[in-house]
């Protein structure tokens, strides 16, 4: 058995720190990390899994204030993982001609992975049994029974980061065959751990094969649902995966990427349709900084704009446009209301 871990740096190239101003900014480049030691009782447990911490850059480039905010799988990933972050070390790079006294906020991802020797991720041999009949049932289109064996399969079990992203390709195929686009991207996002800002990437999960159809399919789903920030980060890696099979193809897609970014740059509304469904709040990543929202048909809640560093809840007020500050970035419309709600995000051309 073979283990080992990788560190995914979650730090924006421009980081705005809470206790400053919007005006000053900070940068960092790593100088030495430490890898954490992976916990003996989760070697143990064949247990996977990640914690993700926030800290601050001191001027001397320690690292200080750290506080856990996430984890996945076991808890010796904290202990392990907070001990080798504080003994890494940073250089904080000058912006404008200003050095900054420390850089707050910051946040790291540590993922912690299992491989055989042969480099062929595990799944239990129960889940590999239960995933197989569920794949029958959907494939015979039995798909109630599918869903009571899907929920059943989650309950049962604590999954490995493994066993995580095959229950939603799982998942991915079931909301397929339902008709159920939005949870068939969410899972289909889950399964290829592609993030918004493109920080992670599920290929060490999935074989080639399906690893590039996840990618592929998620892609078409999100251009039809004219989920453009999200499809260019998808695109990326499609492309990616795809130089080694067909040149052709790698061309054709490099074609519909240069398309996108022609529409986002274009004076053309971009018009996302949305709808609520089994009372989950409706998501989208907007590619452009104003939006209204319009055609609004059922009771849908206040509008909650999330950012890297800004969120504000909006009254619904249909044909308003709401234009986002020009110093925030990354954002997210949230809205919820009851099931069967349909609206439309217009996202405004800024210029």
């Known amino acids: 058995m073979k283990l080992f871990f990788a560190f995914i740096l979650m730090l924006p190239a421009i980081g705005f720190a809470e206790t400053v101003s919007n005006e000053k900014t900070c940068e960092v480049v790593a100088k030495h990390r430490v890898a954490p030691k ?9 247990l996977s899994g990640w914690v993700s911490f926030s800290f601050t850059v001191e001027t001397d480039g320690q690292v200080t204030d750290i506080s856990l905010l996430d ?7 904290i202990k392990t993982g907070r001990r080798a972050l504080s003994q890494w070390r940073y250089e904080i790079t000058e912006i404008a001609g200003k050095k900054t006294e420390r850089c707050e906020g ?3 991802r540590l993922d912690f992975i299992i491989e055989s020797i042969d480099g062929v991720m595990r799944a239990g041999r129960d889940f590999k049994k239960a995933y197989a009949e569920i794949e029958q ?4 289109e039995a798909l109630t029974e599918a869903k009571v064996k899907i929920v059943a399969l989650q309950e049962k079990r ?3 980061k493994i066993e995580s992203v095959w229950y939603a390709m799982l998942q991915a195929h079931y909301y397929q065959a339902s008709g159920d686009i939005q949870a068939q991207i969410t899972s289909l996002i889950a399964a290829t751990n592609v993030s918004d800002d493109g920080y992670l990437n599920g290929r060490q999960y999935l074989d080639n094969n399906n690893y590039v159809i ?11 649902q004219k989920q453009y920030y999200r ?3 998808t695109v990326h890696y499609l492309i990616k995966a795809a130089q080694e099979y067909d040149e052709d193809w790698v061309k054709r897609l490099t074609e519909s990427k240069n398309k996108i970014l022609q529409l986002i740059n274009s004076d053309r509304v971009i018009k996302v349709p949305g709808k609520l469904s089994k009372g989950n709040p409706w ?3 907007l590619a452009r900084s104003s939006f209204s929202i319009e055609n609004i048909q059922g009771r849908l809640g206040d509008v909650h704009l999330s950012c890297e560093s800004y969120d504000k809840k909006y009254p619904l007020a249909a044909g308003v446009i709401v234009k986002i500050p020009e110093e925030v970035h990354f954002c997210s419309v949230n809205i919820d209301g009851e099931d069967g709600a349909f609206f439309e995000i217009w996202e405004q051309a800024s210029h």
Do not use: C
């Open 38 to 46: 992976y916990p003996i009782e989760a070697a143990r447990k064949w």
């Open 71 to 77: 984890y996945e799988g076991h808890r010796g990933f």
């Open 106 to 108: 910051m946040s790291v």
């Open 137 to 140: 049932l959907i494939t015979d």
């Open 158 to 160: 604590r999954f490995s």
């Open 214 to 224: 996840a990618l592929y399919d998620l892609y078409m789903l999100e251009l039809a």
């Open 231 to 233: 499809a260019l980060t």
């Open 283 to 285: 998501h989208h990543k």
